[in-house]
């Protein structure tokens, strides 16, 4: 977070535990709390996104209220969440559509690397109609340098690394989740990616607001860190797809 000196490892990072998506987010861009308190919800489909940091989750709950979900599956090349298996499976149950996601940590092995343990690790794809596209986890480092130490060509490089290496091993391009101020410092705003990439924009704010570079749409859009659902106890994030439910599972599909 703001302010460590700590650097991570691919093998072996700190404390994965407390890495998920959003979780470096309120640091350096607030936690979403206007003058009079949570902003509303904005229209669209509702979902979460979970990691281990929710403890243990009724997914029946939570799919009387939510349509899908994302959770974390990998960070670096040795870390596997170790409530993915179960989560995957009960969502899955539960009739939600769900899809799996990496925290990435560009500054310790190639894109291509983390792509490959990702995908042998829960980030694979499948057309049943219940498998969102791998997701791609990009956010402020919890270790060290914002950017982990790399410039803006050789973060936009990392990412098509991973985002080509995920499309060779499922053929999905994967979702990138990430912020506007982020993707600005980090990528140089790149362009590149909004044609083949589904968005997850994650701003706690009003409106969505300008996008990232090179998308004309958010497909995801984490817009609360501090939501409640029934089935999860405490706070989780909360977010919406941009589109009716034939369009998820038409995302889903591929």
Not at 4 to 13: C, D, G, Q
Not at 70 to 83: N, Q
Not at 233 to 243: A, H, S
Request: charged content about 10%; overall charge negative; proline content about 6%.
């Amino acid at each position: 977070m703001v302010g460590t000196t700590a650097t991570s490892s691919a093998a072996n990072p700190p404390h994965p535990e407390l890495d998920y998506a959003g979780s470096t987010i309120a640091a350096h861009e607030g936690n979403g709390q206007s003058p009079f308190g949570a902003y509303a919800a904005p229209g669209g489909l509702p979902g979460v996104d979970i990691s281990n940091h929710q403890g243990g989750i009724n997914w029946a709950a939570v799919a009387g209220g939510n349509r899908f979900v994302y959770m974390k599956a990998t960070e670096g090349t040795g870390y596997r969440d170790p409530t993915f298996s179960s989560n995957y499976t009960g969502s899955y149950n539960a009739g939600m559509i769900r899809g799996a996601y990496h925290f990435a940590l560009p500054d310790n092995s190639s894109g291509a690397v983390q792509a490959r343990y990702f995908v042998s690790n829960g980030g694979g794809w499948s057309a049943d109609g219940k498998t969102l596209p791998p997701m791609l986890d990009i956010e402020y480092n919890p270790y060290g340098a914002t950017c982990y130490g790399l410039n803006q060509g050789q973060m936009s490089g990392w990412i098509a690394d991973f985002s080509n290496e995920v499309h060779r091993l499922t053929s999905r391009y994967p979702t990138i989740y990430t912020t506007r101020d982020w993707w600005s410092t980090c990528t140089g705003n790149n362009g590149g990616f909004g044609a083949a990439n589904p968005l997850f924009i994650a701003c706690y704010c009003g409106t969505a607001g300008t996008l990232p570079n090179g998308w004309g749409f958010y497909t995801f859009w984490q817009y609360s860190s501090t939501g409640r659902t029934a089935g999860i106890n405490g706070n989780v994030d909360q977010d919406v797809f941009n589109g009716p439910a034939d369009r998820l599972r038409a995302l889903a599909l591929g």
